[in-house]
């Protein structure tokens, strides 16, 4: 299983940015994705998740009203889109797979993960 993200950036606050997160080695249109984030100093964190089918979704608060997950099973792809960014959202952000179709909001839950792409808002 890989997974290959791409997408971030440096973006000044009230901007913009999609992240984008394929998988190969196996298809996935069956497993749980999401997107999680450590800034530095910090623990790993949620931001968002995605289950099977794409009808249910979990977002940190933090990430609500501003983030929205998508996925696209035909391509093996999850992405991440993000508006309104703040300087506190800068991060490495990963994206995961869960071997289930249920999401869940726990990063412990994931076993497989992208080497992270970094995310940096200036103010």
């Known amino acids: 299983v890989q997974l290959q993200a791409s997408g971030g950036g440096l973006v000044q606050a009230g901007g913009s940015l999609r992240l984008s997160c394929a998988a190969s080695?196996?298809?996935?249109?069956?497993?749980?994705m999401g997107w999680f984030r450590q800034a530095p100093g910090k623990e790993r964190e949620l931001v968002a998740v995605?289950?099977?089918?794409?009808?249910?979704?979990y977002y940190a608060d933090s990430a609500k009203g501003r983030f929205a997950i998508s996925r696209d099973n035909a391509k093996n792809t999850v992405s991440l889109q993000m508006n309104s960014l703040k300087p506190e959202d800068t991060a490495v952000y990963y994206c995961?797979?869960?071997?289930?179709?249920?999401?869940?909001?726990?990063?412990?839950?994931?076993?497989?993960w992208g080497q992270g792409t970094q995310v940096t808002v200036s103010s």
């Open positions: 995605i289950n099977y089918n794409g009808d249910t979704t």
């Open positions: 080695g196996r298809t996935f249109s069956n497993y749980a």
């Open positions: 995961a797979i869960r071997p289930s179709p249920a999401a869940t909001i726990a990063a412990g839950q994931y076993p497989f």
